[in-house]
């Protein structure tokens, strides 16, 4: 019913087998937590430590994953030289300082979006990459993690719609105030509604126009309608143009009503010079089709593909297969970042508009 405990299943292609790749699950603050390991096990990954200083949360996470080693703390899985990768869920604004606490110990990371809370969050990671050669990932699950997303890149890349023009994305929320935790609700700590939603859309927009870096045009951020929660941003958007050409505009909020039985209806429409692919990700009211449902409509016709279960999700093996090989073919390191830095300039530039619609 909210978007934080939704942790993705499906076809994960398998590129190892369990043992060749070991990962620790650390600091569960956030339900993303569990669609990162499920995609990482699908792929042939093996989790064999989770640590959080809530034993709760722990006792919750072996529930899922029985078997699974409990590390008395964090420096108990850094000394663990079999560790490959640490995936971790932590408060928005302790997720920068932990992966480059990890990356220094020699493994790599992946982190929950968004990757940071502030510039200079990134700007350290970046001097960490740079000094271990480690890798920071970052779990952009509104692209990775859905069928239909995942078959647009594969159409857009295949030329079905031509060169792409622009974007249109819609993250909307169910905000269930009451199941959150009391960080949700400081600024301080998410980094704001552009820079955790956000996060997902500049993602997608750098990834479907092909673009390597993009400036910001307009934003807002802004609460518009939960007085009683002054640390929430409930509504954001932005305009954003890219160095080849393109032009993206996506909003994101909390306003998801409880009458719509997913816990939020996130689309995108992607405009090329043939065509164009609209996708309704999580549910589509004008049908009973269900979720992941993609729309191309091209010089041949109007065609709906449905992609649930027919898909899967290459990026978890691909990202296995980068850590251990070095390379970068399921995401590279620049393009993470400068969706992080994308998100956070535009949080920034979003202040004075706050100010003056308030």
Request: with cysteine; glycine share 10%.
């Amino acid at each position: 019913m909210d978007g934080m405990n939704d942790a993705s299943t499906g076809k994960v292609p398998a590129v190892c087998v369990p043992g060749d790749f070991i990962v620790a699950a650390a600091h569960l603050d956030h339900g993303h937590i569990y669609g990162q390991c499920n995609g990482l096990i699908g792929a042939g990954g093996q989790v064999k430590w989770v640590f959080d200083p809530d034993p709760g949360k722990v006792e919750t996470f072996r529930a899922s994953h029985p078997g699974v080693r409990i590390a008395r703390s964090l420096e108990e899985i850094l000394d663990d030289a079999s560790v490959h990768l640490v995936a971790s869920a932590a408060v928005p604004c302790e997720r920068g300082p932990l992966g480059c606490r990890v990356m220094r110990a020699g493994k790599d990371y992946f982190t929950d979006k968004a990757p940071f809370t502030t510039l200079d969050q990134l700007a350290e990671a970046r001097r960490t990459v740079a000094e271990t050669g480690r890798k920071y990932a970052v779990y952009y699950s509104e692209r990775l993690h859905v069928e239909c997303a995942v078959h647009a890149g594969a159409l857009v890349q295949a030329g079905a719609i031509g060169r792409v023009l622009h974007t249109i994305g819609t993250g909307p929320h169910r905000l269930h105030a009451a199941s959150r935790p009391a960080w949700f609700f400081q600024r301080a700590k998410t980094g704001g509604i552009l820079c955790d939603l956000g996060s997902h859309h500049c993602e997608q927009f750098l990834f479907y126009t092909g673009a390597t870096d993009a400036r910001v045009v307009a934003t807002s951020a802004r609460n518009a309608a939960h007085p009683e929660h002054p640390g929430l941003e409930d509504f954001g958007e932005c305009l954003l143009a890219a160095d080849n050409g393109a032009s993206g505009y996506f909003r994101v909020d909390w306003f998801t009503p409880e009458g719509l039985g997913a816990w939020g209806d996130g689309r995108l429409i992607i405009l090329g010079t043939e065509g164009y692919i609209e996708l309704r990700k999580y549910t589509d009211i004008a049908s009973d089709h269900g979720p992941d449902q993609l729309f191309l409509v091209d010089e041949k016709g109007e065609h709906r593909i449905p992609c649930a279960g027919r898909v899967g999700f290459p990026y978890f093996g691909q990202l296995i297969l980068d850590c251990l090989d070095r390379t970068e073919k399921a995401m590279t390191q620049d393009h993470a970042f400068k969706a992080a830095e994308l998100c956070l300039l535009a949080q920034q530039a979003a202040e004075p508009a706050q100010r003056w619609l308030s």
